[in-house]
DNA sequence: GCGGTCCGATCGATCGATCGATAGAGTCAC
DNA sequence: GTGACTCTATCGATCGATCGATCGGACCGC
C-alpha cells in the first residue's frame, strides 16, 4: 500500500524525514495549533505512519520545541548578519524591521507556530525558547538604544516602542496574503516607515532592504536543517 | 455531598451558573487555549460536573463561540459610544485608541482569547465572529479615513497603518503586566502617542482618556452578560 | 546478518458527549 | 393540606472515539 518503496530509490524517506516532520508540523500547527493536530494526522502528513515518527522524534512536545528552537535561531542568525553589515541606528533598524516583517511574511507558518505556541511548552523547554527570543530582541533593543543615544531617534519609552513594533511586525504573519492587494515590499517598507514614525526618526532616509533582506531570508531558511 | 444548598438558599448555582462557565472557559482557554483545556476541567473550574456542564451550554465550540461572540459585541459597544461622544479624526482616534489598550490590558485573558481561538471555530461560527471583529475595526477604518480627508492624518497605506496599530495595540494584552514596571495610564497614553505618529498626526493634542475608558470598560464589561 | 527504516497492533489514558437517576422546589386538582 | 405531577439542577457512570506512546517484527541495502 505504499507508494515510493520501489525501482531502486535508496529508500523513501531515509534521507530528510526529520525535515518532512517538522514541515509537517508547522503546516498543521499553523493552522490549528499544537494541541488541534494529533500524532496520526502529523503522521500522515508527513507520509509515514504514527509509530515511524517516534522513530525520529521524541514526544510530541520534544518535536515543538525543535520547530520553535530552530525557527528562533534563524531569526537570531539573521538578525546578527543585519546588525554586522549595517552600520548606525537607523540604518540598522531599517533593515531589522524589513527582516522581521519578509521572515514573516515569506514564511508565516514557522513564524506563527514560534510566536503563538510558547504556552503548549512546559517548564525548562519553555525556559529555552523564552531565552532565544530575548537573544533576538536583545538586537532591536540595542539598536532601539544606541539611536536614543546617537540622538538618531526621539522616543520616551523605548522599552514600549520595541514591544509595540515588535507586535506590529509579527502581526504581519496573521494577516498579510500574497495573493492580496498588497506587494510584499510595500509591505516591508511601508512598516520600515511606520517604525521609523514611531522612533521619532522621520528625517531617516528608507533605504529598500527588501531584495537583500529576501536573500537573506532564503539563505538562512534553506541552509543547515533548511526547509 | 453538597455544599451551599441548604439554610434558605435559592439553590447553589440556579443563578450564574452560565456566567461561572464563560469565566472559567476564558481562565483556562487563556492560559493553555481551546483544545488545551479538556471538558473535565472546566468544569472542575466552574465547580460542576462535567455532565451539568452540558446542561448549561450545547457543546464546548458553541462555549467558545458564545464567549468570543460576547467579548467582541461588548468592543463594538464600547468603540460606538467612543465614536459617539468624540468628535473629529484626531480625538477620536486617540480615544478608540486607548479604549482598545485599555480593554486588553485590562481585561487580558478575554481579549486573548477573543483574538487568538478563532482557528479553533469551524465554519458558520467562525464567519459570525469575523463579522463581529470587521464591525469593531470599521470604525477604525472610518476615523483613518476621516482623518486622512481632513488633512489631520498624513498616512500613504491607510489600509496597512490600521492593521499595524491594531496589531500593536492588541499585543498589549501579551505583555502588559500590572505588576511591572509600566503604569497603565503610561502604556494607554504611549500607545496612542506611538499610533498618532503612525498616523501623521504629530500635532495632535493627546488628550488623557485613560480615567473616561477605565469607566467605559468597567461599565461594559460589567453590564449585561456581565463579568 | 546487521543497522537503519518502517509499520500494524495495541497500550492505558483521556477526549467530548450522553445516559438514567435523584433531589428539591413549584403547581394544581381536589 | 396533601398527593400527583412537572420543572430545574445536578451527578455518577459510561459511551465510542481518539489521544500520545510503545512493542515486536518485517523489510532492505550493505
Known amino acids: 500500500m505504499r507508494t515510493g518503496t520501489g525501482a531502486g530509490m535508496p529508500q523513501r524517506g531515509a534521507v530528510g524525514a526529520e525535515e518532512r516532520i517538522r514541515a509537517a508540523a508547522v503546516r498543521l500547527w499553523s493552522e490549528r495549533g499544537f494541541h488541534g493536530v494529533g500524532i496520526r494526522e502529523l503522521a500522515e502528513e508527513a507520509g509515514l505512519s504514527s509509530a515511524t515518527l517516534y522513530h525520529y522524534m521524541g514526544t510530541k512536545e520534544d518535536l515543538l520545541a525543535d520547530v520553535m528552537s530552530r525557527g528562533l535561531r534563524r531569526l537570531v ?22 527582516l522581521h516583517v519578509l521572515t514573516h511574511a515569506l514564511r508565516p507558518r514557522e513564524t506563527r507556530v514560534v510566536d503563538g505556541e510558547l504556552r503548549a511548552l512546559s517548564g525548562d523547554r519553555r525556559g529555552g525558547v523564552m531565552s532565544l527570543r530575548d537573544e533576538y530582541e536583545r538586537y532591536w533593543r540595542a539598536t532601539i538604544d544606541e539611536g536614543r543615544a546617537s540622538g538618531a531617534f526621539r522616543v520616551e519609552a523605548p522599552g514600549m516602542a520595541r514591544l509595540a513594533l515588535l507586535e506590529m511586525c509579527t502581526g504581519v504573519a496573521r494577516w498579510y496574503d500574497p495573493g492580496g492587494p498588497m506587494a510584499l515590499s510595500e509591505v516591508a517598507l511601508g512598516h520600515a516607515q511606520l517604525a521609523s514614525r514611531v522612533l521619532g526618526a522621520e528625517e531617516l532616509e528608507l533605504v529598500d532592504e527588501v531584495d537583500w533582506c529576501r536573500g537573506l531570508v532564503g539563505e538562512i531558511w534553506s541552509g543547515p536543517g533548511g526547509g
Open 77 to 98: 542568525l539573521a538578525a546578527e548578519r543585519v546588525t554586522q553589515q549595517r552600520a548606525g541606528a537607523g540604518p540598522r533598524m531599517n533593515a531589522l524591521v524589513q
